[in-house]
């Protein structure tokens, strides 16, 4: 296709442009010999700028460079596993968090954001842990991880880690990592997997699945390799170097996580989970798709029907309480008029 740059080549740039139909035969037209011949030897002119519907992308680039990203992150594990060590490592963060202590009588969640900024990319990042959790297998503990993995159908996106690497042998891993895969299968909970139908990720994404999970070491201090400073974990014996894929697999859960699908798992989470979790809410206020008599039913049957229903308990106790008032102010009529008699005859004594 032959496309003059603006301005460049256009006969005259104020006239309307001529509808498309003019310009181009229609399909299956005849184009006569000449002009065949004239069109092979136009001038093929690259683009200077981008034009027309082309422009699309770079809107939505320019929206979401404006707006920033966000992600939440929920990090589920006991107490002085490292998962405060390897968020601030994944994200360069510093969470200046005092140690938790193993000795709390409840589990509570703890929401912390950050605003960060790569080049010119803003990112809003919720890191939500699970502060004691694992230090007794209470019901609220078991409760939290119920509502966030859920037998059969999960509530959010699962990537299983192990953390503290460095504390485990590399035979031991491979047999830790398929006994985590088994317990995972047999319990019935579905872990996330990186999608394989996009050509340009399938090939690392379904390699990266066969990884899964992911072993990590998590560390904000920086120690010097050869003539390079780099993150790790000093050792009488050497040093564990965090970025180090023969090391652990912190890089490749940085690569998915981050550089490779983390639109994938916001939009996992917002049109499976979420709608799963929307779905669950509204059965339980009564909202199904069938009614009494199995026969489907439209959400605004539904809503309808629960809007009559409301208005009906309304009017009932808005009865009740005007009955009720009634007959309490009877009862006082009655010992007013009571107390009256009583004074009458003690004013007469
Ligand atoms: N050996 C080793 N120690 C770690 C690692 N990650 C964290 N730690 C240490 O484990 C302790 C608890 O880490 P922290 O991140 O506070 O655990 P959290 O309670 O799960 O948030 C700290 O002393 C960390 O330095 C790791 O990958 N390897
Ligand atoms: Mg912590």
């Known amino acids: 296709m032959a496309t003059a740059p603006r301005g460049l ?14 310009r181009f035969p229609p399909a299956g037209a005849e184009v006569p010999r000449g002009s065949r011949q004239k069109e092979e030897n136009i001038r093929c002119l690259t683009m200077l700028g981008h034009f027309g519907f082309e422009c699309l992308p770079h809107q939505l680039v320019n929206k979401s460079i404006q707006q920033g990203f966000s992600f939440n992150i929920l990090c589920v594990g006991e107490t002085g596993l490292g998962k405060s060590t390897l968020i601030d490592t994944l994200f360069n963060t510093n969470s200046r968090e005092k ?7 409840n589990v509570e969640l703890k929401i912390q954001t950050y ?9 809003k990042l919720t890191v939500v842990t699970t502060v004691g959790y694992g230090d007794q297998m209470n019901k609220e503990a078991r409760d939290i991880l119920h509502k966030g993995v859920g037998k059969g159908v999960a509530m959010v996106n699962i990537i299983p880690l192990i953390a503290k690497a460095d504390t485990i042998s590399k035979n031991d891993l491979q047999t830790f990592k398929s006994k985590i895969m088994n317990e995972l299968i047999s319990n019935g909970i579905q872990i996330y997997q990186f999608p394989t139908d996009d050509k340009t990720t399938a090939q690392v994404n379904s390699s990266m699945n066969e990884h899964l999970p992911f072993a990590v070491v998590g560390c904000m201090d920086e120690v010097k390799v050869g003539k ?20 652990c697999d912190f890089v490749k859960l940085r690569d998915m996580l981050l550089c490779t699908n983390t639109e994938h798992l916001k939009e996992v989470t917002h049109t499976k989970h979420y709608e799963c979790y929307r779905r669950c809410r509204l059965q339980k206020i009564g909202f199904t798709d069938v009614g009494p008599d199995n026969q489907p039913l439209s959400f605004q049957e539904i809503y309808e029907t629960k809007r009559k229903e409301f208005h009906e308990q309304c009017q009932r106790e808005e009865e009740e309480l005007k009955h009720k008032f009634m007959q309490r102010v009877m009862e006082k009529e009655i010992a007013f008029k009571e107390a009256e008699k009583e004074a009458s005859i003690s004013s007469l004594i």
């Open 99 to 105: 140690k938790s202590s193993h000795f709390r009588p």
């Open 228 to 247: 390079r400073m780099v993150r790790g974990r000093l050792y009488p014996w050497g040093v564990l170097q965090v970025e180090n894929e023969n090391h």
């Open 115 to 123: 605003q960060l900024q790569e080049s010119n990319v803003q990112l």
């Open 9 to 22: 080549g256009t006969p005259n740039a104020h006239a309307p442009a001529a509808p498309r139909a003019d």
